[in-house]
Structures are given as C-alpha cells and as structure tokens.
C-alpha cells in the first residue's frame, strides 16, 4: 500500500448531495467480498446511512482492505444504529453450479432486495433510491433469469458503478466493512466444523497452509470445486 493510498479517504459529499436535492431518495451502497476465496461463499451487503447519523460515523471508515479485523470490528458495532443494512450470501454449490457472474449478481439481487424491503417496512412514504456499487461493471439480473429465482425483479439500469468507490464513497466503505465482518464472522464458524484448514486465519483463500490442507486432507463441503488448483484434481 502507498503512502498516497493512506490518504484516500471516503467522504459523504455524494450522499449529502442526494439528500438535499430529495429527502425521499434513499442513498445506498453495495459491496461484495469473498469472490476470490477458494472456500466459502460470496457475501454482498446493500448499506443506508440514516441523514441524522451523517455527522456522527467513525471517523475511519474506508475500504475493509485498508483496516484492521479490530478497526473493522469497532466500526461495525459502532454503526449498527446508524444504518439499515442487509448481507446476502451465494453460496459455494451455487458459484460452482452457475459461475461467479451469475453468482454475484444472485447476492447483489438478494442484498438489495431485502434491505428495499426492510426501508419500505420500516419507513411508511413513498421512496425512491440512488443505488452505488464499487467497481467497473453493473449488475445484469438478466443473467439470474436462468435460476429459479424467487425474488422480484429490480431495476439494474439504476444502479451506479465507481470505480474504487469503496475508497470513495462513504456508504460503499460501510458496506465492504459490514460484507467483510459478516464473512470473516461466519468462516470462523466454519473453522469450528473443518478446523484442519484454519478458515478462522485465511477465511477460505488460498494460503500456502490452506492449500498444503488441501492437498493433504482432500476437500470439505464448503470448498469450491470450479476454483485452480481445486479443479484441476476435483473435477
């Protein structure tokens, strides 16, 4: 990381814009993590920051790469009360069935659309939402319309990509923060169950040790089959 990286700091001029032009336009940032993990799923969270908390959120919130598990933990409790978030997962069986694409659509789909249905629930007006996601590449849920998929649609045409937007914009930063704790939290759990792979140290990646495990032991439900090296004797 270069001194000029540790610089870059998110900042709400996006969602402070979108709010005084329309108090009724809900700001939402989404991020994903996990898609390069050998092991475990993908995990998306769709993120709102309520207007009146704007003044008071850590001061430190950034991209999840660029804090500690402790920064991360800290800020992830802190803000529990100043935002309506939703995580959704895809699963290792889906990524494997349907690819990353697919996949990763799915859980920006289901993100989405749990945390629209937890505003709607909770706020009785009528809304509208300006949706961002970090990244190049918008979400096309044309592409889930091959997995029986339950949800409604959603309007992927409405949601904006930036580039590095989790370095950028406040609600995307809060949302990799919320992803990231949410995974780490559930691969710790998933250590109790294949400790052999020590998930609790490199939640799913492929480690030197995660993959001498693997190579030593074999596989375990959690794995994803589609992935190198695992693959190229597991397929």
Not at 35 to 59: E, Q, T, Y
Not at 126 to 145: A, L
Request: charged fraction near 25%; include cysteine.
């Amino acid at each position: 990381m270069s001194y000029l990286d540790l610089k870059i700091k998110p900042n709400l001029d996006l969602e402070i814009k979108n709010y005084i032009q329309n108090k009724n336009c809900f700001f939402i940032g989404l991020d994903e993590v996990g898609r390069g993990s050998l092991a475990g799923p993908i995990i998306v969270c769709a993120c709102w920051i309520k207007p009146m908390d704007f003044d008071n959120l850590p001061h430190n919130i950034r991209d999840s790469k660029k804090l500690s598990p402790k920064s991360r933990l800290q800020i992830y409790e802190k803000t529990k009360n100043m935002c309506l978030s939703s995580c959704a997962a895809c699963s290792p069986f889906e990524i494997d069935k349907f690819g990353l694409t697919i996949a990763n659509n799915l859980a920006i789909h289901r993100s989405l659309h749990c945390l629209l249905n937890k505003i709607n629930y909770r706020l009785k007006k009528k809304k509208t939402f300006c949706i961002y996601i970090d990244g190049n590449v918008s979400p096309d849920f044309s592409k889930i319309s091959l997995v029986k998929n339950s949800l409604p649609d959603l309007p992927s045409n409405q949601i904006n990509t930036v580039v590095k937007g989790d370095n950028k914009i406040v609600s995307v930063s809060l949302a990799s923060i919320i992803a990231k704790v949410t995974r780490d939290n559930l691969m710790q759990n998933y250590c109790k169950r294949y400790p052999v792979y020590n998930f609790k140290k490199n939640v799913g990646y492929g480690s030197k040790f995660h993959l001498e495990m693997i190579e030593k032991h074999g596989i375990c439900n959690i794995h994803r089959r589609s992935f190198k090296p695992i693959s190229t004797t597991y397929s």
